[in-house]
Nanobody
Framework: QVQLVESGGGLVQAGGSLRLSCAAS????????MGWFRQAPGKERGFVAAISWSGYNTYYADSVKGRFTISRDNAKNTVYLQMNSLKPEDTAVYYCAAERTDSGSYLPTGRYGYDYWGQGTQVTVSS
């Protein structure tokens, strides 16, 4: 199993930037595909970005393409979400998720593609 802890959330102005971090525990972090999801009040938890454990494969929701960047540092057991050009509609609780896989290119993009989740970190973007 793996435990995930998100950090880096906060209040930012529209157009600003923020970097989220997800620290993972466990010896097999390097074999986990990682994803970021978000959930705004009254809405379902939705996909934001994902990265394969190799780090070479990434995928983004259309709403964040060109603005967000997912990356990982397996040596630090950490995955990041760099968020630029933030918009008020980006306001949500952001969750880190992990899925064990033997495939270096596996990259689930749905909520049910992940078994492990962090507690979430609040991101609020003011207009």
């Amino acid at each position: 199993q793996v435990q995930l802890v998100e950090s880096g959330g906060g209040l930012v102005q529209a157009g600003g930037s923020l970097r989220l971090s997800c620290a993972a525990s466990g010896r097999t972090f390097s074999r986990y595909a990682m994803g970021w999801f978000r959930q705004a009040p009254g809405k379902e938890r939705g996909f934001v970005a994902a990265i394969s454990w190799s780090g070479y494969n990434t995928y983004y929701a259309d709403s964040v393409k060109g603005r967000f960047t997912i990356s990982r540092d397996n040596a630090k057991n950490t995955v990041y979400l760099q968020m630029n050009s933030l918009k008020p509609e980006d306001t949500a609780v952001y969750y880190c998720a992990a899925e064990r896989t033997d495939s270096g290119s596996y990259l689930p993009t749905g909520r049910y593609g992940y078994d492990y989740w962090g507690q979430g970190t609040q991101v609020t973007v003011s207009s």
